[in-house]
């Protein structure tokens, strides 16, 4: 028996050992058919976080959609009213966002859809637990839909997304604009940026959060509740691989969650692994009567080798762009003392490492620095806004730098005059954002991408406008040409490897803190 299971891979032997305990807890085995009426994910794309879905057309005429979510199945086919204790062990196909291509994505995961009571969230987290760690040493972070949504009501409807995209990233410098515009007093705003940073070891961090949210009453019920799990999980004993944070960043689908939401992460893997919580408005929207709660766990990476390089905690990787931004930064970091002086050298190199403060940094194109980053090959880096409104790089987007201001904006020929009885040409080193802006103003475009010299294109008649980058608008007034609308202002920002900051948080926190010193 023992020869037989050393001849399973890594992920296999995981696999079975998550299906006994699964059983243990009885919890049934569920499948779900490959193919499905593609009209089921199409009603709830939002779910499936952007993914994009393999479709072809079945026998009988139908759209069919090739499975990427298992959760939806279950919810789906689950009659109202009807309890269901499941796990499942499936393969999901979605799209790599990066890559452009699609994935096989092998996924263990199990749902409780009932009227879900504590015990059911406590069983459910205690269970998320021992998944993580029985594929690594690792941390299972937790927030709540009502602590998002207490600090959301404080804003105008129209900019509560842009709220939740600030605590997604971190980001303080955004929800000082967004106070600002809301009206809030410093006081509050001060707290809102704390709140928006605040991430780190439960039982620390939660007398701190219940600090600052105490004008929140929705948001502290939230906590509350929270914090009862958390003690309820010390009790358990549970293998100390996996450490509990409080953290306010994840946010898991907001339309359909309603409560408790944790995501989990381990070293080997520099991205989440796990996602999970209590989402009673999907089941809501389709109808059903029952309360729901689960995650699902990603088996792909387990068993892969990482390079040692990108393993070793003694270092922070940080990747800088090519030029001289990427100077700018190295300037800044070593008169907040945090690098020595003399690392870069006037040569070809693209590694540099700093031994006495145990910083490696890499040389890259700026467009790819977010990759690196994204994929954790960078614990740190610096991109410009305009490159992470095109990328959409999942990335902790931590720190506005105010370097590089530019403005994006679609420019023109002075004598330019739009006509609406055809699709606008535009060119653009950015598709997605100028197809997002057009389609925000329910313009049709003929997009033309263009790598360099994006000004020729309406000089020779190529494109009617462009959508670039303007810093001081010069090149634009030199070639007749003149900004007609702008779409978004754009810095240098300070952004980091979602993995990493759970686990090099300390070492990163003291850059940040060094950094936001000098600006």
């Known amino acids: 028996m023992e020869e037989l299971w050393n001849v399973l891979k890594p992920a296999e032997q995981v696999e079975l050992k998550l299906r006994k305990l699964y059983t243990q807890h009885y919890f049934s085995p569920y499948h ?11 009603q709830n794309d939002h779910f499936l976080r952007d993914s994009s879905i393999i479709t072809f057309t079945g026998t009988d005429g139908r759209t069919m959609a090739l499975k990427p979510d298992v959760t939806m199945s279950i919810a789906k086919n689950t009659p109202s009213g009807e309890a269901r204790r499941v796990y499942y062990v499936e393969d999901v196909y979605r799209q790599d966002r990066q890559a452009g291509e699609y994935q096989k994505i092998d996924q263990i995961g199990l749902e409780i859809i009932d009227q879900i009571t504590w015990e059911d969230q406590l069983e459910v987290l205690t269970l998320a637990w021992e998944s993580l760690a029985h594929v690594g040493k690792g ?10 949504d207490g600090i959301c009501e404080r804003f105008p409807e129209a900019d509560r997304q842009k709220v939740l995209h600030c605590l997604r990233d971190k980001s303080s410098h955004g929800i000082d604009t967004l106070s600002a515009k809301a009206g809030l007093s410093s006081e509050e705003s001060k707290k809102l940026a704390k709140l928006v940073r605040l991430s780190g070891d ?3 961090k939660y007398q701190k959060a219940k600090e600052l949210l105490t004008d929140y009453p929705k948001a502290l019920t939230g906590l509350a509740e929270l914090r009862g799990l958390y003690k309820a999980l010390q009790k358990k004993h549970l293998p100390d691989s996996i450490r509990i944070r409080l953290d306010f960043s994840i946010l898991n689908d907001t339309d359909y969650y309603s409560g408790l939401l944790f995501q989990g992460f381990i070293e080997e893997a520099r991205e989440t692994i796990l996602y999970g919580g209590r989402y009673d408005r999907l089941m809501s929207q389709q109808g059903k009567e029952q309360g729901a709660i689960g995650f ?6 387990v068993g892969q080798k990482v390079l040692a390089t990108n393993q070793s905690t003694d270092y922070l990787n940080v990747a800088l762009p090519k030029g001289r931004m990427g100077n700018e930064v190295y300037d800044l970091f070593t008169k907040a003392g945090i690098a020595a002086q003399g690392v870069f050298k006037d040569n070809r190199q693209l590694i540099f490492c700093d031994e006495e403060n145990k910083l490696r940094f890499f040389l890259v194109k700026p467009s790819d620095v977010a990759i690196y980053v994204e994929h954790g090959v960078a614990d740190i880096g610096v991109v410009g806004k305009d ?28 004598d330019f005059e739009e006509d609406f009885s055809r699709p606008l040409r535009v060119s653009t080193k950015y598709p997605q954002i100028t197809r997002q802006f057009y389609q925000g103003l329910g313009r049709s475009v003929e997009l033309i991408q263009l790598h360099g010299s994006i000004e020729l294109a309406p000089l020779l008649g190529l494109s009617d406008v462009i959508v670039d980058i303007v810093e001081t608008g ?12 702008e779409i978004a202002s754009s ?29």
Do not use: P
């Open 474 to 485: 010069t090149t634009l007034k030199e070639n007749n040409l003149k900004v007609i609308q």
């Open 32 to 42: 779900s058919n490959n193919f499905e009426e593609y009209r089921n994910y199409q």
């Open 296 to 301: 699902g766990m990603k088996l792909n990476h």
């Open 387 to 414: 490159i992470l409104l095109e990328s959409k790089a999942e990335v902790i987007e931590f720190l506005d730098l105010h370097m590089g201001a530019c403005r994006l904006a679609v420019a023109a020929r002075t």
């Open 139 to 148: 941390t299972l972070d937790l927030s709540h839909m009502g602590i998002l």
């Open 491 to 519: 810095s240098a920002r300070l952004v980091i490897n979602q993995a990493t900051w759970r686990f090099k948080q300390e070492r990163i926190q003291t850059v940040i803190e060094k950094v936001r010193d000098q600006l």
């Open 202 to 204: 439960f039982e620390t």
